[in-house]
């Protein structure tokens, strides 16, 4: 699997991601910049966590501005992968790769610690590894990861099987004292249309080396690396 | 200016005749302005000068003490640590969230200008008492404000220490740390060299906020604290995290012969030292530097500390090569000057000379003071017979846990991003911090912030040395070599001898352990006048330690791991109570000499404890501190969700005293009962005390005939206090 990593300016969680798809792939990810307007010969897309721009104006709204990113969405277009993380997953819901928007967590804070996330959909490119309603520990690290859909789309999110994770407890109960931030019906990550584009705001990709806490988000990486293998 | 001001901007009368002399003229706005913060406190340590130069700087891995931006160590495979703490005191009590946040991003500076990209931060923070009606609104702002700018910036803010106490109810303490790695061969300095050079500005455009906060943080604070707000600066962690990866990617080349951040005194500082340093002159022309607004005067160019700036001395022709790295990361680059062979700066605006002032006798002739000093009267020793022990042990011991001191920090550090960057090997909520360096193998860097600033109050010299030893012992505690410190002076008014009594006493502790130890100071920063109307802070001599592992596998922590493990306390227990804090949080007193440190026996029951981690037996680790054995035990319990029964250690005290004293150089390990007598004949080749206490298991913390709590129940204390606290109601 060939990979490329987006650097926007503000980004700070490249380093991570290309510490957890070299271990997984094997291969190092191609870091892009922003104004190149053509990507790389790739079949994954990562659009990394971080602050883009400092999230001055809304987060991930002058990223999603950026030159690469018609780029990015013709590679979407066409199929191909994109994995959209915190950050990058405000970005994409800004660049319209996924419906929703994130909002301030509902209390208000920065939160930074390790969340369970119980899997909705194990069956797309990047959770084929995992079961249905298995329960993972992975850390999360933001301010605006409250997501926000209205019903409509919340309901054929649901309907059509694109919610991929959502936030519950060790047990994997799903409710208000589970819900982290304050997201619609828990909701931690969804899948595109056609489920080439997943966008979260967990981040697998620090929790993939068990010095640093658990491994848990490997099963992710293994999943697309298959996938596109 | 053709006579004497009015305002002397906080010079004294005898330093502004010294300004004149040196002129042979009066001074004009500018130039006087710059006399002032150039001989501040802040910037010309002028009290603590003296006293400072007896600190040990020195070992065979120290690569640069005092005197840069940071300082440098040796940590092996061609690899450096650079690192510093510094104060942001007097900014963050009058405007919270800006104060602390540009606190962290000055910090950074410091040790990106060497050439390192920063891997930690790390803040002491001390708050004044719970009760007072301003200290919930300071945490708040200070803790948003640390996590805004580090979270931001994409450094983990890994590590630090939380106090309470009333003595700062008038002036909290924010000191920020920060650790970053450069190869050793690349090290950044700050002396310029090389008659002609372009002096470059690289950064944000300045503007007119922070105008003299050097001097305003070298005075005490009266009721009008809050209208000096217009002095704190605005951060903008953003900008900071272009400039850090503009300049890292500079340094890649070899264009830059001097760098230095535009900290405390702005444009002014920076370029007195650099100039100083090197031994030139320098001309600038202050028409070229970026401003953010119209109409600029001189003085407020030369003295702004608008936030997120370097000055650079380039190698002359690379101007153009280096200006197109700033200007992909989308930053102000502009050549405002070049150096001379005069030995003076000289400031041109519109054409015309506005300051003309000698670099020498301004940056290297500052005043010094020997301030008069009393010592510290030794307290009166603590009158055993006359403490009321509570009743209740397992009560009072819930009551410790959810104490103020004691109480979980998850409230402040869930607010930091303290994973970004792919190394956490520790996370907060441990004895230290450790971070991996990245990509060399299982290295990794230990780091964390002490201090126990009753102590340092009762004793300064028991106090200064307790400091040192604690930090030295908490690298200990995770395995990890300790190797140097950074230490953060904060005292209260240096002009009233009993404060410069503290500071005194508090250094030549601190000479000592550092001594004994191998655990050289390598860079710092004093904050003097932490007073309101008068009183003064504890004194703060807050330490960062940092340390080494080879081999990160290896790393301890303090959580109990397997039920059946047996638990071993190093160290002789005495039972002191004296400034203990269960003697303040249970009986109300803050009486006694603190307990005394050993350091002998410091050293040798560190250097043990080392080595039985290293050898891979020793299951957890902790050491014991503030609330004694017992809070240590209910700290490892509790991080390990699993309980422990033991014994009370052998010792000629109460119940009370020999699990809630605070005698030092102790360590409580666990192992596997396997190997139970090996350590323990391992600790008797060491000549160290050691006993088995009792074993890991069950859901309780029991020590036999005195307590026995439930782990929930401990958990309840030590995980809502905070979070208690900081959702009340704010006080009418």
Same mark, same amino acid.
């Given at each position: 699997? #060939?990979?490329?990593?987006?650097?926007?300016?503000?980004?700070? %969680?490249?380093?991570?991601?290309?510490?957890?798809?070299?271990?997984?792939?094997?291969?190092?990810?191609?870091?892009?910049?922003?104004?190149?307007?053509a990507?790389?010969?790739?079949?994954?897309?990562?659009?990394?966590?971080?602050?883009?721009?400092?999230?001055?104006?809304?987060?991930?709204?002058?990223?999603?501005?950026?030159?690469?990113?018609?780029?990015?969405?013709?590679?979407?277009?066409?199929?191909?992968?994109?994995?959209?993380?915190?950050?990058?997953?405000?970005?994409?819901?800004?660049?319209?790769?996924?419906?929703?928007?994130?909002?301030?967590?509902?209390?208000?804070?920065?939160?930074?610690?390790?969340?369970?996330?119980?899997?909705?959909?194990?069956?797309?490119?990047?959770?084929?590894?995992?079961?249905?309603?298995?329960?993972l520990?992975?850390?999360?690290?933001?301010?605006?990861?409250?997501?926000?859909?209205?019903?409509?789309?919340?309901?054929?999110?649901?309907?059509?099987?694109?919610?991929?994770?959502r936030?519950c407890?060790?047990?994997?109960? @799903?409710?208000?004292?589970?819900?982290?931030?304050?997201?619609?019906?828990?909701?931690?990550?969804?899948?595109?249309?056609? %489920?080439?584009?997943?966008?979260?705001m967990p981040?697998?990709?620090?929790?993939? &080396?068990?010095?640093?806490?658990?491994?848990?988000? %490997?099963?992710?990486?293994?999943?697309?690396?298959?996938?596109?293998? | 200016?053709?006579a004497?001001?009015?305002?002397?901007?906080?010079?004294?009368?005898?330093?502004?005749?010294?300004? @004149?002399?040196?002129?042979?003229?009066?001074?004009?706005?500018?130039?006087?302005?710059?006399?002032?913060?150039?001989?501040?406190?802040?910037?010309?340590?002028?009290?603590?000068? #003296?006293?400072?130069?007896?600190?040990?700087?020195?070992?065979?891995?120290?690569?640069?003490?005092?005197?840069?931006?940071?300082?440098?160590?040796?940590?092996? &495979?061609?690899?450096?640590?650079?690192? #510093?703490?510094?104060?942001?005191?007097?900014?963050?009590?009058i405007?919270?969230?800006?104060?602390?946040?540009?606190?962290?991003?000055?910090?950074?500076?410091?040790?990106?200008?060497?050439?390192?990209?920063?891997?930690?931060?790390?803040n002491?923070?001390?708050?004044?008492?719970?009760?007072?009606?301003?200290?919930r609104?300071?945490?708040?702002?200070?803790?948003?404000?640390?996590?805004?700018?580090?979270?931001?910036?994409?450094?983990?803010?890994?590590?630090?220490?939380?106090?309470f106490?009333?003595?700062?109810?008038?002036?909290?303490?924010?000191?920020?740390?920060?650790?970053?790695?450069?190869?050793?061969d %690349?090290?950044?300095?700050?002396?310029?060299?090389?008659?002609?050079?372009?002096?470059?500005?690289?950064?944000?455009?300045?503007?007119?906020?922070?105008?003299?906060?050097?001097?305003?943080?070298?005075?005490?604070?009266? &009721?009008?604290a809050?209208e000096k707000?217009?002095?704190?600066?605005?951060?903008?962690?953003?900008?900071?995290?272009?400039?850090?990866?503009?300049?890292?990617?500079?340094?890649?080349?070899?264009?830059?012969?001097?760098?230095?951040?535009?900290?405390?005194?702005?444009l002014?500082?920076?370029?007195?030292?650099?100039?100083?340093?090197?031994?030139?002159?320098?001309?600038?022309?202050?028409?070229?530097?970026?401003?953010?607004?119209?109409?600029?005067?001189?003085?407020?160019?030369?003295?702004?500390?608008?936030?997120?700036?370097?000055?650079?001395?380039?190698?002359?022709?690379?101007?153009?090569?280096?200006?197109?790295?700033?200007?992909?990361?989308?930053?102000?680059?502009?050549?405002?000057?070049?150096l001379?062979?005069?030995?003076?700066?000289?400031?041109?605006?519109?054409?015309?000379?506005?300051?003309?002032?000698?670099?020498?006798?301004?940056?290297?002739?500052?005043?010094?003071?020997?301030?008069?000093? @009393?010592?510290?009267?030794?307290?009166?020793?603590?009158?055993?017979?006359?403490?009321?022990?509570?009743v209740?042990?397992?009560?009072?011991?819930?009551?410790?846990?959810?104490?103020? &001191?004691?109480?979980?920090?998850?409230?402040?550090?869930?607010?930091?991003?303290?994973?970004?960057?792919?190394?956490?090997?520790?996370?907060?909520?441990?004895?230290?911090?450790?971070?991996?360096?990245?990509?060399?193998?299982?290295?990794?860097?230990?780091?964390?912030?002490?201090?126990?600033?009753?102590?340092?109050?009762?004793?300064p010299?028991?106090?200064?040395?307790?400091?040192?030893?604690?930090?030295?012992?908490?690298?200990?505690?995770?395995?990890?070599?300790?190797?140097?410190?950074?230490?953060?002076?904060?005292?209260?008014?240096?002009?009233?001898?009993?404060?410069m009594?503290?500071? @005194?006493?508090?250094?030549?502790?601190?000479?000592?352990?550092?001594?004994?130890?191998?655990?050289?100071?390598?860079?710092?920063?004093?904050?003097?006048?932490?007073?309101?109307?008068?009183?003064?802070?504890?004194?703060?001599?807050?330490?960062?330690?940092?340390?080494?592992?080879?081999?990160?596998?290896?790393?301890?922590?303090?959580?109990?791991?397997?039920?059946?493990?047996?638990?071993?306390?190093?160290?002789?227990?005495?039972?002191?109570?004296?400034?203990?804090?269960?003697?303040?949080?249970?009986?109300?007193?803050?009486?006694?000499p603190?307990?005394?440190?050993?350091l002998?026996?410091?050293?040798?029951?560190?250097?043990?404890?080392?080595?039985?981690?290293?050898?891979?037996?020793?299951?957890?680790?902790?050491?014991?501190?503030?609330?004694?054995?017992?809070?240590?035990?209910?700290?490892?319990?509790?991080?390990?969700?699993?309980?422990?029964?033991?014994?009370?250690?052998?010792?000629d005290?109460?119940?009370?005293?020999?699990?809630?004293?605070?005698?030092?150089?102790?360590?409580?390990?666990?192992?596997?009962?396997?190997?139970?007598?090996?350590i323990?004949?391992?600790?008797?080749?060491?000549?160290?005390?050691a006993?088995?206490?009792?074993?890991?298991?069950?859901?309780?913390?029991?020590?036999?005939?005195?307590?026995?709590?439930?782990?929930?129940?401990?958990?309840?204390?030590?995980?809502?206090?905070?979070?208690?606290?900081?959702?009340?109601?704010?006080?009418?």
């Amino acid at each position: 699997m #060939k990979s490329a990593i987006v650097v926007f300016p503000g980004i700070n %969680r490249e380093r991570d991601m290309a510490l957890a798809l070299k271990a997984a792939s094997g291969k190092a990810a191609t870091l892009v910049w922003h104004r190149d307007s053509a990507l790389p010969d790739v079949d994954l897309v990562v659009l990394p966590g971080g602050f883009s721009y400092g999230d001055y104006l809304r987060a991930g709204a002058m990223a999603a501005q950026s030159p690469i990113m018609r780029a990015v969405k013709d590679h979407a277009a066409r199929g191909g992968r994109v994995l959209a993380v915190c950050n990058g997953f405000q970005m994409a819901t800004e660049a319209g790769l996924l419906p929703g928007a994130l909002m301030r967590n509902a209390g208000l804070k920065f939160i930074c610690r390790n969340v369970h996330l119980k899997v909705a959909n194990a069956s797309s490119d990047f959770t084929g590894h995992y079961q249905a309603g298995q329960v993972l520990s992975v850390p999360v690290a933001h301010h605006d990861g409250n997501y926000f859909a209205d019903q409509a789309t919340l309901d054929r999110l649901e309907q059509e099987d694109r919610v991929a994770f959502r936030y519950c407890d060790a047990e994997g109960r @799903v409710d208000d004292d589970t819900n982290l931030n304050g997201s619609r019906r828990n909701i931690a990550g969804i899948l595109s249309e056609d %489920r080439n584009v997943l966008g979260l705001m967990p981040h697998p990709e620090d929790a993939t &080396d068990p010095q640093l806490g658990g491994t848990d988000g %490997r099963g992710l990486f293994t999943s697309i690396v298959e996938a596109l293998s | 200016m053709s006579a004497r001001p009015a305002d002397l901007m906080g010079l004294t009368e005898a330093e502004y005749d010294n300004a @004149v002399e040196i002129l042979g003229r009066h001074p004009n706005q500018v130039e006087l302005g710059i006399f002032s913060v150039m001989w501040s406190e802040h910037c010309s340590y002028k009290s603590s000068k #003296k006293w400072l130069k007896q600190l040990p700087t020195k070992a065979p891995w120290v690569i640069k003490g005092p005197g840069e931006n940071a300082g440098v160590i040796d940590i092996g &495979d061609g690899l450096a640590a650079i690192f #510093k703490m510094e104060s942001h005191n007097h900014p963050s009590f009058i405007e919270p969230y800006q104060g602390a946040a540009t606190g962290v991003g000055g910090i950074l500076r410091d040790v990106f200008t060497m050439g390192a990209r920063p891997v930690a931060n790390l803040n002491a923070l001390r708050f004044g008492s719970p009760d007072h009606p301003k200290t919930r609104h300071l945490v708040a702002g200070v803790v948003a404000g640390i996590g805004g700018y580090g979270n931001c910036v994409g450094v983990p803010t890994v590590g630090g220490e939380v106090n309470f106490h009333p003595a700062y109810n008038g002036n909290i303490l924010v000191n920020a740390m920060t650790v970053g790695i450069a190869p050793a061969d %690349r090290i950044f300095y700050s002396a310029a060299a090389g008659v002609g050079n372009p002096v470059v500005y690289v950064g944000s455009k300045t503007g007119r906020d922070g105008i003299h906060g050097a001097t305003m943080a070298s005075a005490e604070f009266s &009721d009008d604290a809050e209208e000096k707000r217009p002095t704190v600066q605005v951060g903008d962690p953003f900008t900071e995290k272009l400039l850090i990866e503009a300049c890292l990617e500079l340094m890649q080349t070899d264009y830059i012969v001097a760098i230095q951040d535009m900290g405390a005194a702005g444009l002014t500082s920076s370029s007195f030292e650099m100039a100083s340093k090197g031994g030139v002159g320098i001309i600038l022309d202050l028409d070229q530097v970026p401003a953010r607004e119209t109409g600029m005067t001189p003085y407020e160019l030369m003295l702004s500390e608008s936030q997120e700036r370097m000055l650079m001395v380039l190698k002359p022709g690379r101007e153009a090569a280096a200006e197109a790295i700033f200007r992909k990361w989308e930053l102000d680059f502009a050549v405002i000057g070049h150096l001379t062979d005069t030995g003076r700066m000289q400031l041109r605006m519109h054409g015309e000379i506005v300051g003309d002032l000698p670099i020498d006798p301004l940056a290297l002739a500052s005043p010094e003071y020997d301030r008069p000093w @009393v010592p510290t009267p030794p307290p009166a020793p603590l009158d055993r017979g006359h403490i009321a022990a509570p009743v209740d042990l397992g009560e009072a011991l819930v009551r410790m846990m959810g104490s103020p &001191d004691i109480a979980s920090r998850r409230w402040i550090w869930e607010q930091y991003d303290h994973l970004v960057g792919g190394d956490t090997a520790q996370r907060p909520g441990g004895d230290a911090a450790v971070v991996r360096v990245p990509d060399a193998g299982g290295k990794a860097l230990a780091m964390t912030t002490d201090c126990t600033p009753r102590y340092c109050k009762a004793d300064p010299v028991q106090g200064g040395r307790q400091a040192v030893a604690e930090a030295w012992r908490n690298l200990t505690a995770v395995g990890a070599r300790p190797l140097a410190i950074t230490d953060n002076m904060n005292f209260g008014n240096p002009q009233r001898p009993e404060i410069m009594g503290q500071f @005194v006493g508090c250094v030549e502790g601190m000479r000592e352990a550092c001594l004994a130890l191998d655990f050289p100071v390598v860079s710092g920063n004093v904050s003097l006048y932490n007073e309101t109307n008068g009183t003064g802070i504890l004194p703060t001599p807050a330490i960062g330690g940092v340390g080494v592992l080879d081999d990160v596998t290896r790393m301890a922590t303090i959580a109990f791991k397997a039920t059946g493990d047996r638990i071993v306390v190093l160290g002789e227990a005495t039972g002191h109570l004296g400034q203990s804090l269960a003697l303040r949080e249970l009986c109300g007193r803050e009486e006694g000499p603190p307990p005394p440190v050993d350091l002998a026996i410091e050293r040798q029951t560190g250097d043990l404890v080392r080595k039985l981690i290293a050898d891979g037996h020793v299951t957890a680790c902790h050491d014991v501190a503030d609330g004694g054995l017992v809070v240590a035990l209910a700290e490892m319990a509790l991080a390990g969700k699993l309980g422990a029964e033991v014994g009370l250690p052998k010792g000629d005290a109460s119940p009370f005293a020999l699990l809630f004293g605070e005698e030092q150089a102790r360590y409580i390990i666990t192992v596997a009962s396997r190997y139970e007598s090996a350590i323990l004949a391992a600790a008797a080749a060491a000549g160290v005390p050691a006993a088995v206490l009792g074993q890991v298991g069950g859901d309780k913390l029991t020590v036999t005939g005195q307590l026995s709590v439930a782990l929930a129940t401990l958990a309840r204390a030590h995980e809502d206090w905070l979070p208690g606290y900081m959702s009340a109601p704010a006080a009418a």
